[in-house]
């Protein structure tokens, strides 16, 4: 019977085997990073100011200013405009956002009811919680596209507050009374409804 020669393994030196651990290590750790990076990001809300006070509740008007881009590029698609209506004591500045689920895209409307009176947010919208694959006709949003906004929060009130003090201007408005006449301009309209965002806007306040 031919006799097998039998060659023993070589122990592995302590130095080598740490490299080799050490080795399996970072591979384990690049691959966990890699399809960590793969993974779509999540919605989220990342304070840059600290707020103060309570949180809005649904039905909230919550008045921000605001800046939308888009994630992939930073691109600048959106920008609020203060609406003309503050007066002390009745409408702060910023424009008005109703915490109502169909009254803007659900990842700005779940942003809003996590903010406080004067704090600065981030909030990242991922594309299934934004526009999706259909973005308004003419928006300058991509299908598919995830959105950031930067929002300040200026101060927000009850819907029955919102209601009550549009109903003071109004008659302020009708009467001649402060905020009536703008230069060059007749002012808001008196029989107007309140100044809310719409829901099916190609921008974030829609």
């Known amino acids: 019977m031919t006799e097998v020669t039998r060659v023993p393994i070589q122990p592995v030196s302590k130095g080598s085997l740490t490299k080799l651990w050490i080795g ?46 888009l994630a992939s590029n930073g691109e600048v698609f959106d920008e609020s405009q203060d609406i003309p209506l503050p007066i002390e004591g009745v409408f702060p500045e910023g424009s008005p956002f109703p915490v109502e689920p169909d009254a803007t895209v659900e990842g700005f409307y779940r942003g809003l009811q996590q903010v406080q009176k004067g704090g600065t947010y981030e909030f990242y919208i991922p594309a ?29 009130m009850s819907r029955e507050m919102f209601d009550r003090n549009l109903s003071i201007l109004q008659r302020a408005l009708q009467s001649g009374g402060p905020g009536g006449g703008q230069p060059g301009g007749a002012g ?19």
């Open 128 to 156: 299934d919680m934004a526009y999706g694959s259909e973005p308004p006709p003419g928006a300058p949003i991509p299908p598919g596209a995830d959105l950031v906004f930067e929002v300040e929060v200026v101060d927000f």
């Open 188 to 206: 808001p309209n008196p029989g107007a409804s309140a100044p809310a965002p719409m829901p099916n806007s190609p921008m974030p306040g829609e």
């Open 24 to 69: 399996i290590a970072i591979a384990i750790l690049l691959g966990a990073g890699l399809a960590f990076a793969a993974m779509p990001r999540g919605f989220s809300v990342d304070t840059i100011v600290e707020g103060a006070g309570p949180t809005p509740e649904d039905g909230d008007m919550v008045f921000v200013r605001y800046t939308g881009k």
